[in-house]
């Protein structure tokens, strides 16, 4: 049994999402209650979903989501997850924790000490905030709340799949998302293949 509360889903609607380059799908959005950390958390069920689902754990990303950002390479993960969702069959959460957790005004200061020359996880330190702020158990809680106990999870990120799996979870597999590069953000992508062992087969990791 999960070590954490129960939380149950709390309305379901029915949304067309359309993106800028035209691609759209139909979605299912679920809110929740009880969630442990009070935020608004929503899932996305996409396609048809089977036994085992094809899951992402998205976070927020205002800067890249909505407004495209190449600093980072969330606007182009979440696009790709949708689709591959869709395709398949699963759940996109889109989980409230803006900067790995810290929010959006200290990601910000983040990227101004980055400009400086620190790295993503320097500048957060030197914040005084952690690495990584995240915590999966509002997503295990959705996940059980919507009857999935087994699952492929979309991600390069091996600490999601540590999470869900120490909360009860099966992580079939874990399957990496598109490399998705630009001038300004592959030195973002290296630290977090390096100090986070993100999957992500950068060429300038097989340098020196």
Do not use: W
């Amino acid at each position: 049994m999960p070590d954490f509360p129960a939380a149950t889903p709390r309305a379901r609607v029915r949304v067309p999402l359309r993106f800028a380059d035209g691609y759209g799908a139909d979605a299912e959005l679920v809110t929740f209650h009880g969630l442990t950390d009070g935020r608004e958390h929503l899932a996305l069920v996409l396609g048809d979903p089977g036994p085992v689902p094809l899951v992402r754990l998205h976070s927020e990303c205002l800067t890249g989501d909505v407004f495209g950002s190449a600093r980072c390479d969330c606007g182009p993960q979440l696009r790709e997850a949708v689709e591959r969702i869709a395709g398949r069959g699963g759940v996109l959460l889109y989980l409230r924790q803006e900067g790995r957790g810290i929010g959006l005004y200290n990601k910000l200061d983040a990227y101004a000490l980055q400009d400086q020359g620190l790295d993503t996880y320097e500048a957060n330190a030197a914040l005084g905030l952690p690495e990584d702020a995240r915590d999966y158990t509002a997503a295990a809680q959705m996940l059980t709340a919507l009857g999935i106990t087994e699952l492929d999870l979309l991600s390069n990120n091996p600490d999601k799949a540590a999470q869900l799996h120490s909360r009860g979870l099966t992580v079939r597999d874990r399957i990496p998302t598109g490399l998705f590069t630009t001038p300004h953000n592959v030195h973002y992508l290296r630290a977090k293949a390096l100090q986070t062992h993100h999957t992500l087969p950068l060429p300038e990791l097989s340098v020196g």
